[in-house]
């Protein structure tokens, strides 16, 4: 099937978005099955839990609570095994984010000036996420930075359209960041801010035998450039390259492999040091 792994992931985004606009109806209506939003997510007994949430509260208040710390466990071990899979196969946010680079790509073309920033885009990134923590270390005595989370201001969203009958905050935020993603063509929050993005990252480098993408040169018979690899990134990654720094933004999306499938197969998803 052409473009498979596109197809599945679009479908996973989808119904994820869709979810947590059904999930405040269905609250409303007396199901409490599952309930909440990206900040804290409870299903039955279980609760997911925004490791940037949790670990804000360990560090401001010296203290390790066994229930958050379980519940942002079972959030990491995701990227532990699989990489940062949350990015481009859950997050909402990703998903209108993808939408409209692609947009922007078919109703402006044309070549974007801009420098090649691969390597400076994790930097300002880490920048940024210190930065952020230090304010919170100074002045705040709960987490903050999580309400930069853009995951839970879309489910946010629509808590408050069926709670307060209002548009919160967050669709403002989101839809001022999505206008300018559309404006510069590239995927601003997720490639440079996104400090959720970051603290996944960091624990998905710890597993050198994680799920990630291969490439396998001597099946390569593309001699295009920039290669259908590199094109079907949406962070604009060269997936033929992905050294500790690219590889700490691959998000193991799998667009790169479908293009790649009538240029050699050269790419491919495996567990391991490859």
């Known amino acids: 099937m052409k473009n498979n792994i596109h197809i599945w992931r679009r479908t996973i985004q989808t119904l994820v978005a869709v979810f947590f606009i059904l999930v405040p109806i269905l609250n409303t209506k007396g199901f409490s099955f599952v309930w909440g939003n990206f900040l804290n997510m409870h299903v039955g007994s279980l609760t997911f839990s925004d490791p940037l949430a949790v670990l804000q509260v360990v560090i401001k208040n010296r203290y390790f609570p066994t229930g958050l710390l379980i519940s942002t466990s079972m959030v990491l071990g995701i990227a532990f095994f699989l990489g940062t899979v949350f990015c481009s196969w859950i997050c909402p946010y990703g998903l209108l984010s993808e939408l ?10 044309g070549k974007l000036i801009h420098v090649n920033s691969q390597e400076i885009s994790i930097v300002v990134k880490v920048v940024i996420f210190c930065t952020g923590f230090f304010i919170f270390l100074l002045f705040f005595s709960r987490p903050v930075l999580n309400l930069v989370s853009m995951p839970f201001q879309y489910s946010n969203i629509f808590q408050y359209i069926v709670n307060q009958k209002q548009l919160s905050f967050g669709f403002w935020i989101i839809s001022a960041i999505l206008v300018l993603e559309f404006l510069f063509r590239t995927r601003i929050w997720c490639r440079w801010i996104c400090p959720q993005s970051l603290l996944i990252a960091l624990v998905k480098l710890f597993n050198p035998l994680r799920l990630k993408v ?12 920039p290669s259908p690899c590199r094109k079907a990134c949406s962070l604009d990654l060269d997936p ?5 720094m690219n590889d700490a933004q ?9 293009a790649c499938r009538k240029m050699g197969g050269a790419l491919g998803f495996s567990f391991g040091k490859q």
């Open 100 to 109: 409209i680079n692609r947009f922007a790509k078919k109703t402006r073309p």
């Open 214 to 225: 291969i490439f396998k040169e001597k099946k390569c018979i593309s001699g295009m450039t």
């Open 240 to 244: 033929r390259n992905l050294n500790a």
């Open 250 to 258: 691959c998000t193991n999306c799998g667009d790169c492999i479908d």
